[in-house]
């Protein structure tokens, strides 16, 4: 053991000192090696087993978690046990949980390639949701079930997920109260998904896309945003500022994606004007779809010059070019560290957005031959990956703080997440209920929490590079499902190339 060590310790400063050499001789230095951006991708899936609702199975590894939610929807008659809880609290959206889903299924589609031995963890976490999806969209004809737990009530409670007492009311969307926006989304998920299972799973792979186009055809057929009929327990949450617009587009585009079929093809061009197309929007998150839907379509007219997705590229570029300081459409802001800055809530969520809309574009540019035109300026695949790696580098430690906003990565990471189950003692090691309120003294203690989120990014910091390391302080220090998700494909990549 010893002499294991000491070799280990010699192999790793030859490394070091050949990787200092390298980055001396060519100028392209990196914190970190294929290796960590492999160890980090293993640790950005293995993060979902934590977010787990439902009956855990025995390939569980995350083992301080235990079965939660166990009937959800029995009060509707309805089985809803199963899928993801958002972030630090025990309620199921369904709007975050089918664009987590998207953008995990969209990080393998583009970079699966890219992590073989990742690969089956990947589709498990994908399909954790796609079932609970498919069931919410198939238990009762003409509807969707869009919510479990009603969040004003969750949040009263600083509870594990496995002693939850509060309210499981089941939140639904129907001809009669529609919710565009959900549905196009999950209908985005579900198509996406279809691809990632079409060779490993085929039968599986078309129902995901045969429920995706029913699914499309409620959201589309019944037009209305499932904020209006479910303000009071959606709104601030998940509230749908941008509308469904943009859900629709992207939904018939993952759809047309999955499937070439003409009839998805023909209600792009004929609505894509009217649903964002020509909007130059910058921002890509659970809410807003548009510059995604971008990215994804311009695909087509890189590949297949296909005319009437010119637009698209045209948009793209637009986008990107904005990120690219110097260029004369640039308008992102970032702080003194580097780090890409929307805002003081979750900010870590459109910074993984962004690196992986960076890195697909780059891969359709450089796919064929192509670059992003700002203004006069040429903008190379080359250029975009390299922006999409710093803003990857510093979430992982290689920032001001010296600290990695990846939870059980690095030597210096949050100790103080704000997530309930992971703030609270465990089940295995006490196993007696631990009431509502009688929760809250875990969630102001001072001390690191007990269980180890591994995997899971926080919030992070804020304008100037600085974080509290504070449980209550949610902003900063909460994990999300969406923020993960296209990180996943970010860290393929890079530990691949
Ligand atoms: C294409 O999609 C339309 C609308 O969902 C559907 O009616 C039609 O059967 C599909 N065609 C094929 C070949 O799958």
Known sequence: MGLKMASATKYSMVMQILSLILCLLTLSCSAFTSKDYAD?????????????????????????????GLSDGSSYHVDLVGGYYDAGDNVKFGLPMAFTTTLLAWSVIEFGNSMPSQIGNARAAIRWSTDYLLKAATATPGTLYVQVGDPNMDHKCWERPEDMDTPRNVYKVSKQNPGSDVAAETAAALAAASIVFKDSDPSYSTKLLQTAMKVFDFADSYRGSYSDSLSSVVCPFYCSYSGYHDELLWGASWIHRASNNASYLAYIQSNGQTMGADDDDYS?????????????????????????????????????CSLIPGTSSFQAQYTPGGLFYKGSESNLQYVTSTAFLLLTYAKYL?????????????????????????????????????MSYMVGFGDKYPQHVHHRGSSLPSVRTHPDHIACSNGFQYLYSASPNPNVLVGAILGGPNNRDSFADDRNNYQQSEPATYINAPFVGALAFFSAN
């Open 40 to 68: 980090a991708l293993a640790k950005s899936i293995l993060f979902y087993e934590g977010q787990r609702s439902g009956k855990l199975p025995s390939s569980q590894r995350l083992t301080w978690r235990g079965d939660s």
């Open 284 to 320: 890509f998150s659970w809410d807003d779809k548009r510059a995604g839907t971008k990215v994804l379509l311009s695909k087509d007219f890189l590949e297949k010059n296909t005319e009437e997705f010119q637009l698209y590229k045209r948009h793209s570029d637009n986008y990107i």
């Open 366 to 402: 450089s796919s064929n031959g192509g670059s992003a035109s700002c203004g006069t300026s040429t903008v190379t695949a080359e250029r975009l990956i390299s922006l999409a790696k710093k803003q990857v580098d510093y979430i992982l430690g290689d920032n001001p703080a010296k």
